[in-house]
């Protein structure tokens, strides 16, 4: 996982992310090897979950629509998709 100080650093490797995972994706040959093709569009998802983290706390956003959107995606991924 990508470690961001900033809101500008987790939407530039959001970005990056999706890029490779775009790349990953349309490389693929197997569909039996999607999934795991797939994996960077998942740190994608959470880095820019991230920002809008970010975004949330700089404003005093938490409670926010934003902030709660960004909280529910961020712990979605770290205590659900990557433990299974």
Not at 39 to 52: D, K, N, V
């Amino acid at each position: 996982m990508l470690m961001c100080f900033s809101a500008e650093a987790s939407f530039s490797a959001a970005a990056l992310l999706a890029a490779v995972g775009y790349a990953t994706v349309s490389d693929t040959k197997n569909k039996q090897e999607l999934c795991l093709a797939a994996i960077p569009f998942i740190f994608a998802m959470q880095q820019f979950a991230e920002g809008l983290l970010w975004v949330a706390i700089t404003y005093d956003m938490m409670n926010s629509v934003l902030g709660l959107i960004g909280k529910y995606i961020f712990l979605f991924i770290a205590f659900v998709n990557w433990p299974l």
